[in-house]
């Protein structure tokens, strides 16, 4: 462990200092990012981390060296510029702003590719690093060049607090928010003047291709697991730090490996297992209520083929295994599951003739009989539907009915004795007559 | 006493074309009035220019005899239910407590008054026991009914609601409607936009028909005549309607510059 540590380089304090400033760098990108998310404005952080490279690419030119400082405000300056440019053409064209945004984006982005050949072709000492502005290069960041970004990300994090209640109201209710006081246009420009900053400070641990998904992405996946802004804010935060810290190592551990690429791999596999694991539509959550549905409607459908035997057969039968195939379609394999299961329950009992329900079987067996006639006396009498109609609507909604709905049922029709096939509805305790 | 509203002359346009037309009317206080007309007749518009939420081509309005700004704070307004996302992630409490925010304060906090303000606005609508759930797991009355919570949270004087009936059950319908009445009969004016007329004449004392122009504004029984109602709801006025459209082809201005004072 401790040679991991060592390999790592982390017992170096510069280390430590950029690991944990990346982290908090890109958790205030991410909390930016969920105002942008729940505004529907996804595709702006994209827009604007492309649009500043020319900014970025400038400062060094201007400058002559890879400053954070200079960086910061080249990238600031071409920001404002992208979100102008993009509010100019949307207002003075009829062109949707998504539009405006990608015509922006590329023009932009393909100026500062030219400025950045540009600086290669010269010469100047610092210039090959310049690639990293691309793909993030956490290992290439000095403390000093973090405190840069983190001055500028506190600011951020002031600001979004600050205006946390006018984002949060203008997001779910414009008019609503307008209407009391609160200024759309104004927490519009401010979130993009965060935007703006939050891609700023991940130019060198992220880079600005990928930017946009550590705006993005951990505010998605927070969505999947929470229900409520404050809960997301903190879920997302975290995905971040956590994402950016471990692209961060991945990425150290190999020879001039960029950050970017290992932040976003890393954050996409949060994703992809909360797609399938998350407790508010998980995948897998359904998949296994589905199954979790299909057997409670095959052991009910078997209870209820017993239940129709015996009925038939009388209350000592025990039925084979063909039988009870005649009564109603199982497969083989289904069958023998299905038995085996309400065997286990001791809703079912094996004799030496065959199959016989227990007492709580048999009881379940009349409940799904009785909800089937039920329905089906409801189907025709409330809704006149004719008689060919009700039974399988019957067989579905059996399932489904509860106690509650039961009962309602029971009382609206007036404990009924027969169904509309003249079967009888059989009771726990006998009808009232 | 003066009108809670007072319309002057407004017309106002989406685009350049015009949708109301010099809508000159006064609604008064203490009253339940209604905006009937039938569907984009512009009744959501006026709504949205007496809350200041588009800027009209001419005329103006007065509240409570003050220009909206300075009497904002006793004005609550209800959009229309579809123009908000109930997916966001927010429960009713939260939404409720939005009635509650100040624009005018920084790092705003939620005090414990302002969390009793609002529970007490979610029992009068029958809503207490959802406070923690999910909005995206109401029904529609249910959260028709958390909006009417929110704005009884802002504890105004006028209140502005836009159709706050549909997709509503009658039994919703009739508790609101309940609820309506008592705020009237506390002294608070109540706006209802309001498309169904067979209903209208029942819940309004005062009704306002409009259709792209106000056909008439007045107590219920002067403005529910068989004429009056042919002319709001009968065919439409062609020429008007056309006019609006040459505007928006021509780019023709609506008022010319500098006759007009407000
Ligand atoms: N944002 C918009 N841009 C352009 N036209 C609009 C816009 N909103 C409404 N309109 C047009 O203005 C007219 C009036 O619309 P408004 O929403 O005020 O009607 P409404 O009376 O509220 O109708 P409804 O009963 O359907 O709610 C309609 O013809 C509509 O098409
Ligand atoms: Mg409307």
């Known amino acids: 462990m401790y040679a991991l540590w060592n390999t790592l380089g982390l017992d170096e304090p510069n280390m430590r200092w950029v690991l944990f400033g990346t982290a908090f760098l890109s958790a205030v990108s991410a909390w930016v990012g969920t105002f942008t998310y729940l505004q529907k404005k996804s595709l702006l952080g994209d827009a604007i981390a492309h649009g ?49 945004m990608a015509i922006v984006l590329s023009a932009f982005f393909g100026l500062g590719m030219m400025l950045l050949t540009q600086i290669q072709n010269s010469g100047l000492p610092d210039a090959s690093g310049l690639q990293s502005f691309l793909f993030g290069q956490a290992a290439s960041l000095l403390p000093s060049d973090i405190l840069v970004y983190s001055i500028f990300a506190l600011v951020a994090l002031i600001v979004l607090l600050a205006l946390y209640r006018s984002l949060t109201f203008v997001s779910f209710d414009k008019a609503g928010a307008q209407s009391m006081g609160f200024s759309p246009q104004t927490s519009g420009t401010v979130l993009s003047i965060l935007v703006v900053i939050a891609t700023a400070i991940g130019i060198q641990s992220i880079g600005l291709i990928l930017m946009a998904a550590l705006l993005i992405t951990p505010a998605a996946i927070a969505r999947m697991w929470s229900q409520r802004l404050w809960t997301m804010l903190m879920l997302a935060g975290g995905i971040a730090a956590v994402s950016a810290i471990s692209g961060s190592l991945i990425s150290f551990s190999g020879k001039s490996m960029p950050t970017g690429p290992w932040i976003v791999m890393v954050l996409f596999f949060i994703f992809g297992f909360s797609v399938l694991f998350s407790t508010h539509r998980g995948l897998v959550q359904r998949a296994f209520q589905k199954r979790k549905n299909r057997q409670i409607i095959q052991r009910e459908n078997l209870l209820k083929a017993l239940y129709h035997l015996r009925e038939q057969k009388g209350e000592q039968a025990e039925f084979t295994f063909e039988e009870i195939q005649k009564k109603r379609m199982f497969s083989e394999n289904d069958l023998q599951r299905i038995l085996g299961m309400l065997k286990r329950k001791k809703w079912v009992l094996q004799g030496k003739n065959g199959w016989t329900l227990s007492g709580e079987g048999l009881n379940e067996g009349r409940r799904i009989t009785r909800l089937h006639r039920l329905w089906e006396l409801y189907l025709s009498q409330k809704m006149r539907l004719k008689e060919d109609h009700i039974h399988p609507i019957a067989e579905s909604m059996e399932h489904i009915i509860t106690e509650d709905l039961e009962a309602q049922l029971l009382h609206e029709l007036d404990y009924p004795e027969l169904d509309p096939h003249q079967k009888r509805i059989p009771y726990d305790t006998p009808a009232k007559s | 006493m003066t009108p809670a509203i007072d319309i002057h002359n407004l017309t106002a346009s989406y685009e350049r074309k015009p949708v109301l037309w010099e809508i000159d009317c006064q609604f008064p206080q203490g009253k339940l009035i209604g905006i009937v007309g039938p569907n984009g007749s512009g009744k959501t518009t006026l709504l949205k220019n007496i809350m200041g939420l588009m800027k009209p081509d001419s005329g103006y309005i007065r509240i409570f005899g003050e220009k909206l700004d300075k009497v904002r704070h006793r004005v609550s307004y209800v959009p229309q239910r579809e123009t908000v996302d109930w997916d966001f992630p927010a429960d009713v409490m939260d939404v409720v407590l939005m009635g509650r925010y100040n624009p005018k304060k920084l790092f705003g906090r939620i005090s ?123 065919g439409r006025l062609t020429v008007l309607s056309r006019i609006g459209e040459l505007i928006a082809k021509k780019d023709f201005p609506i008022r010319e510059k500098g006759q007009e004072e407000n």
């Open chain 1, 52 to 100: 500043i490279l020319p900014g970025v690419a400038g400062s060094f030119l201007l400058s002559g060296q890879k400053n954070a400082a200079y960086i910061m405000i080249g990238a600031l300056v071409w920001g404002f510029l992208t979100v102008l440019a993009i509010e100019w053409i949307t207002r003075k064209s009829h062109l949707k702003p998504s539009t405006a």
């Open chain 2, 112 to 234: 414990r008054e302002d969390k009793d303000i609002a529970i007490e606005a979610l029992s009068r609508v029958n809503m207490l026991e959802f406070a923690n759930r999910h909005i995206s797991q109401l029904s529609g009355g249910q959260q028709q009914r958390v909006f009417i919570a929110r704005s009884l949270a802002q504890k105004a004087d006028l209140y502005l609601m836009d159709e706050p009936f549909v997709g509503v059950d009658a039994a919703s319908e009739d508790a609101i409607l309940n609820l309506l009445t008592e705020m009237k009969n506390n002294g608070k004016t109540v706006v209802i936009v309001h498309h169904d007329l067979q209903t209208a004449y029942e819940y309004f004392d005062h009704i306002a028909l409009l259709n792209t122009r106000l056909v008439a504004s007045g107590a219920a029984e002067e403005v529910f005549t068989s004429d009056l109602l042919q002319e709001a709801y009968g």
